[in-house]
Structure formats: C-alpha cells, structure tokens
C-alpha cells in the first residue's frame, strides 16, 4: 500500500522510483556488472570455439544460485545476521565469496548435465567475474559501506582515495578493489582472448588466485563493521586465503596432468596443441562457421545463408505465368 503514496517516477536517498517502486542503486550497479560479464562471455565464448548462446542457459541457472550462495554466506558467518535473517526481505548483506561459490558451483553441474566441458566455459565465463564484481563494488558506495579504517591525514582526505561517511572520512576500499579486479580483469580477459594453448582450467583458476589474494590483503585493513567475523573467525580471510591455494593447486594439477599426457607443461608435442580445436554446442543445431572473431575461424566454412525456398504448403510460383 505505501508503494501507491511513492512517484510514479523520481528519485530517493539511495535509489529511484520506477512505477512507485524503489530501485536501490546497489542493485542497479549489480545487475549492470552482471550483464557486462554475461556479454563478455559470450565473446570469449564465440572467440574460444563454442556456441555462444550457451551464456544464457549459464545466466538463467547460475545467477539465482549466485545471489542464494551470497546471502546465505552472509547469514552463517555474519555475527549480526545468523541463518533466520535468510527468510527475512528485503535482504541487506550479500557476501561475494558466497555468490561466487554458488554461481560456479551452479555451472559446474550446468555442464555436467549439458554435457559441455566445464573447464573450457569456465575460462570463458569465471574471469569476467573480476568486472562484474568491479563494478558491483561501486554499489558498496551508494550504500555507504566497504570502507577501511579512519584518514586523519587532512591531505588525504579526497575522493576517491578517501570516502567521507559517518562524519568521518575513511579509506575507500571498495574503489581499491574496483580498480585492482579492472586490472585483474584486463590481464586475465588478453589471455583468454590471445591464448589458445592446452590446458583449459588455467585462467579460471587464476582468477582464484588473483581474487584471493586481493581480499586476503585487504581484508584485515577494513572497517571492522565490515568484516564477517562469526564465531570470532574473520570467514572472509579464511576463505580468501583458501581461495589461492585452491587456484595454485588447481594450475598446478592440470600442468601436470598436462605434462603427463601431451609431454608438455603447456599445448602438446605428441598431438593437437590446442585446447579449443573441438567446437562446443549448446544444442545438436548449433554448428562452427568462419568468424573473424574466433581464433580458429579459418578452419571453418562460411556461414551458411538463410534458406528462402518456399516451404512445404506454401504457394508455388508457376513458372508458365
């Protein structure tokens, strides 16, 4: 009932009104990196040799897995929340970590059942979480949160290497590690696009690796409001750190298991050197066709034209008319 008293139309302390209805900015800059990394993974997909529509079946089934895994991260290890506040809208407190877990775990069992080598779309899809969650930490900043401890430093007490919030001005940690993924990001989507080498799984790994080491870094600088510390156990910094040696270990099995294989660290002096020569489809209709965009385009020939023969029960044109 109070949404009838609201603009159709306007403008409020943290977000707008889009028929009555509040929009917060937060999930205005959340949804905007989501769709920037889903299109970018369709490119990478379409560069790497596999059907890119096979994004969308990934975001309809990841990003609800996504969005649960954050809040309910948030619940268990947050002091102030605790599991009830699940079931509790709207929700206030989305942990990364947790989105991130549920999201990959979601698409690990999307391949399974699509029968889609999970490894090669993961390379595609999971280093372009980096620019969705650098965009998404611009959200923190609408929202006033995700800031490090105190500037006293009167010469350091500018935007954006400082946020003024609660009569204070504070480190701005959320835009540390906006830029800090961007980078991220940037390295990680040149390889992706450049590298064509066995084996797939590398860059996704590294993505751990780099996030990881991101959070576990600065971490411990942030505004203790800010840290999930249930149980008096920083979670954050637990599963930061366990974010690299995950990622290390993972790089360091399929080199090996490489090596194994295709005597080679990386590609293969025994056979095909490529990790993306096999086209991967969504559906049995899906099919390989040159395109200056995929990095095997011209193995392939030219897409094939629409057909525009009349079907069958169409009129026919009578040739003696």
């Not at 309809?60 to 002091?79: E, H, K, N």
């Not at 204070?168 to 540390?176: D, I």
């Not at 203790?224 to 920083?234: A, D, H, M, Q, Y």
Request: aromatic share 16%; glycine share 12%; with cysteine.
């Amino acid at each position: 009932m109070s949404n009838l008293l609201n603009p159709l139309f306007g403008s409020y302390g943290k977000g707008i009104y889009v028929f009555g209805l509040q929009v917060q900015y937060y999930a205005i800059v959340i949804v905007a990196g989501m769709l920037l990394a889903a299109a970018l993974s369709a490119l990478l997909m379409k560069r790497r040799n596999m059907d890119p529509n096979f994004i969308f079946t990934l975001f309809v089934c990841c990003i609800p897995t996504a969005i649960i895994g954050a809040r309910l991260f948030s619940c268990l290890t947050d002091p102030n929340l605790g599991i009830g506040a699940l079931f509790r809208f709207p929700w206030e407190g989305l942990s990364i970590t947790g989105g991130v877990i549920g999201g990959v775990t979601a698409g690990l069992v999307v391949c399974l059942v699509c029968k889609v080598n999970f490894l090669r779309a993961a390379d595609c899809v999971v280093v372009n979480i980096l620019i969705a969650q650098a965009v998404g930490r611009w959200g923190n900043y609408f929202n006033g949160e995700v800031y490090g401890q105190v500037v006293t430093n009167p010469a350091m007490q500018w935007f954006p290497f400082a946020v003024f919030e609660g009569g204070q001005w504070h480190y701005a940690f959320f835009f540390y590690e906006s830029v800090i993924n961007t980078i991220g990001w940037a390295i990680l989507f040149t390889l992706a696009w450049k590298f064509a080498k066995k084996p797939n799984g590398v860059l996704m790994f590294s993505y751990f690796v780099w996030y990881g080491t991101v959070r576990s870094i600065m971490e411990p600088f942030r505004d203790p409001e800010f840290i999930l510390s249930g149980g008096g156990i920083w979670w954050s910094e637990v599963f930061a750190v366990g974010m690299i040696l995950f990622g290390l270990i993972g790089i360091g099995v399929l080199l090996y298991r490489n090596y194994r294989k295709e005597g080679a660290l990386i590609g293969s002096k025994t056979g095909d050197p490529l990790g993306i020569t096999a086209f991967l489809a969504s559906d049995k209709e899906a099919k390989p066709y040159y395109s200056k965009i995929n990095l095997l385009g011209g193995a392939y020939p030219p897409k094939p034209e629409k057909d525009e023969s009349p079907s069958e029960g169409d009129p026919k044109e009578d040739p003696h008319a």
